[in-house]
């Protein structure tokens, strides 16, 4: 049963995923309990949607405010609309032909996997899940421990990031126990998260045109390559309907989102001399004579960049997402690792680059990064 695999100091059981234990998390949320749990994007703080009690309680335990609503995990053989409708989570009457038509090909298509899309809420899904929206945000997982608790729970489980709200997502086991250590009675293991970023969100219209509200972990390219004319791009204004004055416009995009607690500031255009000047100059006075800085970057950077850095930052240490010749693929894998490395090490700032390729995963990348960083530091 109960493997305590590392449980220094905090209360969070981390749970191999065992047949025993994928049973003890699903009593846990049957009665209302919240748990963490592995998923290919980041690791999630899951609760039951249906009950109000259980997403009362990942609001609290991640201090996240009432009115960002919350991704429903669903099993991946709810594979349609009528599906997804038949199993009480969705309402299809205000949904019209071309949009179930489309929705249905995506899920087709890219269930389980990165991918959320909004679709009408079915009246059993807590409107506390949903901020009070008409819509719901749905997505399959495609991790086997994910799969396998959705499954044989029979339950839709709403799962923001297992952090705490506005700070670092968490790729591995051990980040769940940093974050709610405190308040969490199990974590399930399953290793390192194999995308790193979080899913892709999609809206689909009324002509079954998809808009996609947030990049993550499915690039926009091969959503147009499946899409072809129905794909309208990048529309992150489109976002939540206002539920509040103080709502978020798009999903996931309130202006600080995924920070380091460590001041992180971003280079505008390049590592180039004026640049740097600027924003030395632009740093608070008890870090004005900052020392060790680290200096992020997409790839390795040259020498002769590493000189100009060394110039203004004269103890700068380098780090880079990727080695030359990797993809989007390791960098979006090692990005919130990276970050969390960063925010533990003696450094006292880190300045970033933002990626500016618009393949793959950069686009969600540069997304995070831009969240994750200031453009110059404000008091
Ligand atoms: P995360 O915080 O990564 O779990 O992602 C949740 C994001 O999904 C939030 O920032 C929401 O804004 C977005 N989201 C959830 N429900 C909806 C919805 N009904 N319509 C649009 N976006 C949504
Ligand atoms: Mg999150």
Redesign the pocket.
Known sequence: MGTNLSNSGSKTQLLNATADNINLAIEALKSGDVIGFPTETVYGLAGNALNDEAIAKIFLYKSRPSF????VHVAETLQSCTALAEAEIIDLRTMTHDQISTCDQLIQIFWPGPL?L?FPKHERVSELV?SS?P???LRAPAHLVAQKLLRQSGLPLA???ANQFGRISPTKSQHVIEELGAQLKFCLEGGECQIGV??T?A?VNFRGEVSV??PGGLSLEILEKHLGKLFQGLHTEL???SVAAKS?V????LESHYAPRKLMLRIQTDWNETELKNLYRSLPKNLSQVTKVSILSSFPLPFETQHIIRNTFTQAEFFSLTAEGNDSLTAARNLFAQLRTLDQSDSELIVCELPKSQKDLWPAIRDRLTRASKKYWTP
């Open positions: 960002d609503p919350l991704i959320t909004i949903t929206l819509t719901v945000a799962a923001p990031s979080e899913s969100i809206s509200l947030r976002g939540l309907p978020p798009a999903p996931g995009l």
